[in-house]
């Protein structure tokens, strides 16, 4: 097993956008690896690349008993929202009612450089949203409206792995469906 460190919130590599995957070789398969081992032991719904610290625009998943992973991926998002609970394993123990698209197509590459297209809704839908804006520097917190981005920030500096350091919240350039800033 590969278990890797998660990154936390305030580290810089969470809002520095990821670099395209351009060689599927043995160093991706192993990148793949390493997410889905370090996703399935902590555990979670998903995990992106940048949260180990490797900037390349890789994600992986885990979702109604499920393993994935989308390289590159590009996202069609329904127009329907749905709004639901996400946490994100860089802020252990915050959670918040997060809007996003009820249903995804992404498509995208696997690590063998095989095209790949996914459809899901609910859960998978929402997994695949928050991974793939962690590839944008993106994180589910920028989704919150003003009052619950407030109270995210309030579990945030209360929380023991909280640092020093005040990091920054940025407003997504997304869609946010209607979120009061």
Known sequence: MAIKDIRLFGDPVLRTPASPVTTFDKELRRLVKDLEDTMLEAPGAGLAAPQI?????????????????L????????????DGEEGCLSFPGVYADTPR???VVA?????HGDPVRIEGSALL??????????LDGILFIDRLDR?????AMRMIREADWAGEAAPVVKVSPHATFGAAR
């Open 53 to 69: 610290g490797v900037g390349l625009r890789v994600f992986t998943w885990y979702v109604d008993g499920e393993l994935g992973h």
């Open 71 to 82: 390289v590159n991926p590009d996202l069609d998002l329904s127009e329907e929202l749905q």
């Open 101 to 103: 698209a009820m249903r």
């Open 107 to 111: 498509s995208g590459w696997n690590m």
């Open 125 to 134: 839908a929402r997994a695949v949203q928050h991974e793939t804006d962690h």
């Open 147 to 151: 009052e619950q981005k407030k109270q």
